[in-house]
T-cell receptor, first 114, second 112 residues
């Protein structure tokens, strides 16, 4: 199973871009990279996912390196409400049935400063 | 609002009690999940249901008993719990393979 490595914490100034790195050097060819975040004492929130191409949605952008061994989540204009733990997850292969198994690590605590 | 609701939001129970946690999703998803999040620990996957059939039981003690009567509802029945079972219990649902999961707000459980 592929694992991910993230810095335990990062700071970002309000209004600036937040760039959260993730290493997943053992990712295999059909495994996706997912990003979730969890604001204190709430359920995790899906942000974005990708396989090999860069992806963008209304919340963030995901940049995956060509060798797929690392990725960066970009929040273009961070606000105080973006303060949360951000999880980078590599999905396991389908083990049967219509399910997607996610293994959460300890993530990166992003603190957006005013 | 993610379309996944959980009740109750807070629960305090004694070690001899029996209680149930309820999860409901209004998203038409096929898969539902129970996770446990203890203080200062990562989320742990407990159970996975696909099309109402259990496909994963992650070495969870038998004092936790899941039930999925239909694709919209998921229960976690609790009996003779221990204080170390105190945690945030999260339910999630997803549309299928390699799709995102949508989490409910969780039930904060305290076992006394």
């Amino acid at each position: 199973d592929a694992k991910t490595t993230q810095p335990p914490s990062m700071d970002c100034a309000e209004g600036r871009a937040a760039n959260l790195p993730c290493n997943h050097s053992t990712i295999s060819g059909n495994e996706y990279v997912y990003w979730y975040r969890q604001i204190h004492s709430q359920g995790p929130q899906y942000i974005i996912h990708g396989l090999k191409n860069n992806e963008t949605n209304e919340m963030a952008s995901l940049i995956i390196t060509e060798d797929r061994k690392s990725s960066t989540l970009i929040l273009p204009h961070a606000t105080l409400r973006d303060t949360a733990v951000y999880y980078c997850i590599v999905s396991l292969k389908n083990y049967g049935g219509a399910t997607n198994k996610l293994i959460f690590g300890t993530g990166t605590l992003l603190a957006v400063q005013p | 609002e993610t379309g996944v609701t959980q009740t109750p939001r807070h629960l305090v129970m004694g070690m001899t009690n029996k209680k149930s946690l309820k999860c409901e999703q209004h998203l038409g998803h096929n898969a539902m999940y129970w996770y446990k999040q203890s203080a200062k620990k990562p989320l742990e996957l407990m159970f996975v249901y696909s099309l109402e059939e259990r496909v994963e039981n992650n070495s969870v003690p038998s004092r936790f008993s899941p039930e999925c009567p239909n694709s919209s509802h998921l229960f976690l029945h609790l009996h003779t719990l221990q204080p170390e079972d105190s945690a945030l219990y999260l339910c999630a649902s997803g549309p299928g393979l390699n799709y995102e999961q949508y989490f409910g707000p969780g039930t904060r459980l305290t076992v006394t």
